[in-house]
């Protein structure tokens, strides 16, 4: 796995699951701008302090919505234990992800193994609890895109995001 040069290439991050945005707080020294996003309205408190500390953060639905920003923006997409239900729409929330992680950009995954739920079988998706963490894996965009998200509604309002 290489080495990530903050502030160097990978200058922008989106922060999934962001809680009170420790890890933008901590990227802040390092040339790196974050933005953190939680994918819950129960959140809305973590958020206010993030944004009361100087750290960009907002509540986002991911997966059913397209989120606010252009195609390849960011450099890094980290996501450390933060139960996003990954499988949900035959995978709508990586994909969205991926749309917005530029070409070589690094997808970064991380929860305690004890946690990580056994996805080895062939199954329906659909026994899969909407908060189980996230696997542990780190890996590298392909330099070709995925297929993107189609026909997805753009928020534009928080209370259009709340309402969905």
């Known amino acids: 796995m290489p080495t990530i040069q903050w502030g160097r290439r990978t200058r922008t991050v989106l922060d999934v699951g ?3 945005a420790s890890f933008g707080g901590y990227l802040l020294d390092r ?3 974050t933005m ?3 994918p819950k309205d129960e959140h809305e408190a973590q958020i206010q302090f993030a944004l009361e500390r100087g750290i960009p953060a907002f509540i986002a639905v991911i997966g059913t919505q397209k989120l606010l920003f252009p195609d390849n923006v ?3 997409v980290h996501c450390a234990r933060c139960r996003v239900h990954w499988y949900a729409n035959g995978g709508k929330p990586l994909l969205e992800l991926n749309r917005v992680l530029r070409p070589g950009g690094y997808f970064i995954w991380s929860a305690d193994i004890a946690e990580v739920p056994d996805l080895s079988a062939s199954r329906d998706n659909s026994d899969l609890a909407e908060d189980d963490p996230c ?6 965009k392909p330099e070709a895109p995925m297929q993107s998200l189609n026909q997805l509604p753009v928020v534009t309002d928080l209370a259009d995001a709340r309402s969905a």
């Open 135 to 140: 696997d542990p894996t780190t890996t590298s």
């Open 31 to 33: 040339n790196a701008i």
């Open 36 to 38: 953190s996003f939680a």
């Open 74 to 76: 960011f450099d890094v």
């Open 18 to 20: 962001c809680g009170v």
